[in-house]
């Protein structure tokens, strides 16, 4: 059963979506600069049956290609090169079983993929920009896993455009997942001004929940604003759901008891740095210092061997 959206959360909060566009070819989500109030970011994620092809011209964009499910070959015609890039990306089981393949594509190229044996559940990950850089492949074994937090604010994160030298013009993409029962993007955080310690950035959230024995999974995700700025989204969400974040604190993104939750982040804005640099609810911002006495989640790491929990903070 799906809840209906109330309040803000009518506007910034997206359903998954069952629409088939060709045979094979299964649009869940698609958010953009086209929706009032959105500037910066846009994520399509397509589910491919084996064999099916998808095209998409990135004009006014650059883009991070990123396997939620199976694999594909990219074949890309790159502004300013000869040749055709021919590309494999894929992940190994499921969002919860560690990183995968990532393509970053900079502005112009035109590019086409074809759904390997497995098909493929692929994420397009894109930002506005001028330039972009030049074709980038991160391999999932090259993808930095981390863990943050302590006790039940345990979570994982695995960078794609953050801290990883890649070179891109505005886009920002990790991912984080949090074991069933856990709470993450906690303490809430916000970066929606320019500063020594923030960024301007917009933020989509992207999730996935693992089902149970009985069927598939929720969580809970909350945005909420300041006195200066109002917001108030708090929603229940499931797999294939998209969350806009325009501004203000996020979080909690709450995993249920027996739920396992992922999260895919999208983020840019006007700067250039590649920085992504926020600030914490003062009112909560104490919640950091009581990690000091607790141990990183056992759960964790999930997937293909990362950090020491031990180590992790």
């Known amino acids: 059963m799906t809840i209906p959206l109330a309040g803000d959360a009518r506007r910034w909060v997206h359903r998954a979506r069952t629409e088939a566009e060709a045979p094979g070819d299964v649009l869940v989500s698609r958010v953009g600069p086209e929706q009032d ?6 994520l399509e994620v397509r589910t491919l049956a084996p064999g099916v092809e998808h095209g998409w011209r990135l004009d006014g964009v650059e883009a991070g290609l990123l396997p939620l499910a199976g694999g594909v070959t990219v074949s890309a015609r790159v502004p300013g090169a000869a040749d055709v890039l021919e590309v494999r990306l894929d992940r190994a089981g499921t969002v919860f079983d560690g990183p995968a393949d990532f393509l970053y594509l900079p502005v112009g190229s035109e590019l086409r993929v074809t759904a390997g044996e497995r098909g493929c559940r692929l994420a397009v990950t894109t930002a506005v920009a001028t330039r972009g850089t030049r074709p980038q492949r991160l391999a999932a074994a090259e993808v930095p896993v981390e ?25 920002l993409v990790c991912e984080v997942l949090t074991p069933g029962g856990n709470t993450s993007s906690f303490p809430p955080h916000k970066h929606d001004e320019h500063g020594e310690h923030e960024r301007e950035l917009e933020e989509i959230y992207y999730f996935e929940v693992a089902d149970g024995p009985d069927g598939p999974g929720t969580a809970l995700f909350r945005n909420y604003g300041t006195d200066a700025r109002p917001l108030e989204v708090l929603a229940a969400v499931g797999t294939g759901d998209v969350a806009l974040v325009p501004h203000g604190y996020h979080g909690p993104c709450v995993a249920l008891p027996g739920y396992d939750l992922y999260y895919l982040n999208v983020m840019a804005g006007p700067a250039t740095d590649g920085r992504w640099l926020s600030v914490d609810d003062p009112s909560l911002a104490w919640l950091r210092t009581s990690w000091d006495d607790q141990p990183v989640d056992p759960r964790l790491p999930l997937g293909r061997p990362g950090p020491d929990p031990q180590e992790a903070r």
Do not use: K, N
């Open 147 to 171: 863990l943050r937090g302590a006790g039940s604010c345990s979570r994982q994160v695995q960078d794609y455009t953050i801290s990883t030298g890649l070179e891109v013009e505005h886009l």
């Open 37 to 42: 109030g959105w500037s910066h970011t846009g």
